[in-house]
């Protein structure tokens, strides 16, 4: 259906029923740069009629330019602060790139699966052939195996911007899924390792997070990881370190340091420190919060519950203090 209101929508959908390649390219050329609502759902409208008229070159294309603009306007959206429309913007981009990887795994015809297609498995004589519009690949497809490296690349970049943004609205259980899904495609890409152990301590998953920081450091070692195109700091691994040790710190604390109290405190303090710490986590005061402050709050609430029992009676206590004396 042509907006015929809409002088792009029109041209766009002149070029696809008339098969004029080279015009679509002219045209889309004109808009790159332009993200618009109006425009991109012009893009939008006449990729589904190259779709329905079997114009695959069409859609290619069509698809190509939603995904760099798309991209583009998600950058502009996180660097402004609105992270809502940016995940709309890169959840948008990533659902086209691997509608366009699988588009193009069936076309090949020799039996590589859709999964190698999104990058799980990227052929050895992938031929990266793209330009960057920033931090986004616009890639074209070209022979019958080429354009896969660079589609791994152009997930691997939006997933990751996907999850940044994902952690900035404290969503951090997508966060995280998504930089393991950064993580599967390229396995040395240290700032999804960083990502995912950031929202892995904003939960309050010390473990998890201690887990992805000593692998950091681990890989960091063997020369196995980088930022960008250049090794990682003194200054970046000295940081990588201290959070290390403060997830460490923290899954290993004590069960008067969980109840905020010095050592050997009397078991009033405990109960008290108790008694204000629960009201403040409880799960009850938490129910208008989202799933995931709901899941830190529960494993804050456990902890909590954990170090009352421990040293919330008399004979639980002195037991705990006498081992306490003897370390």
């Not at 502009?76 to 795994?105: F, M, P, Q, T, W």
């Not at 609205?169 to 990502?195: E, G």
């Amino acid at each position: 259906e042509v907006a015929l209101d809409d002088p792009h929508s029109c041209l766009l959908s002149l070029c696809v029923e008339h098969g004029s390649s080279d015009m679509l390219s002219v045209v889309l050329e004109h808009l790159r740069g332009c993200s618009a609502p109006a425009l991109l759902a012009a893009v939008r409208r006449a990729r589904g009629l190259a779709v329905q008229h079997g114009r695959s070159d069409a859609a290619e294309a069509l698809a190509a330019h939603l995904i760099v603009e798309l991209s583009m306007e998600g950058n502009s959206r996180y660097r402004c602060g609105d992270y809502k429309v940016a995940v709309s913007n890169y959840e948008e981009a990533i659902h086209l790139c691997e509608d366009r990887a699988r588009s193009g795994a069936a076309s090949m015809g020799d039996g590589r699966s859709a999964e190698c297609a999104v990058g799980r498995e990227a052929p050895r004589d992938a031929v990266c052939r793209g330009l960057v519009f920033d931090g986004v690949h616009e890639f074209v497809m070209g022979s019958s195996s080429a354009g896969f490296a660079v589609q791994r690349q152009n997930l691997v970049r939006l997933r990751y911007n996907l999850a940044r943004a994902l952690h900035r609205l404290d969503r951090w259980s997508d966060a995280r899924d998504q930089a393991t899904d950064v993580i599967a495609l390229d396995r040395t890409y240290a700032n999804a390792y960083t990502l995912r152990a950031q929202a892995a301590m904003a939960a309050f998953d010390w473990e998890a997070a201690e887990a992805d920081w000593e692998r950091l450091l681990a890989m960091s070692a063997s020369g196995s990881c980088c930022i960008g195109d250049e090794p990682v700091s003194e200054e970046t691994l000295s940081l990588w370190q201290r959070r290390r040790d403060e997830c460490n710190r923290q899954a290993t604390m004590g069960h008067y340091e969980v109840l905020e109290l010095p050592r050997l405190s009397s078991l009033e303090s405990v109960r008290r420190a108790y008694r204000d710490l629960a009201r403040k986590w409880h799960p009850d005061k938490n129910q208008h919060q989202s799933k995931d402050c709901q899941e830190r709050g529960a494993r804050k609430f456990t902890r909590l519950r954990e170090a009352f029992e421990a040293i919330g009676d008399e004979a639980s206590k002195r037991a705990y203090d006498s081992m306490l004396l003897l370390c």
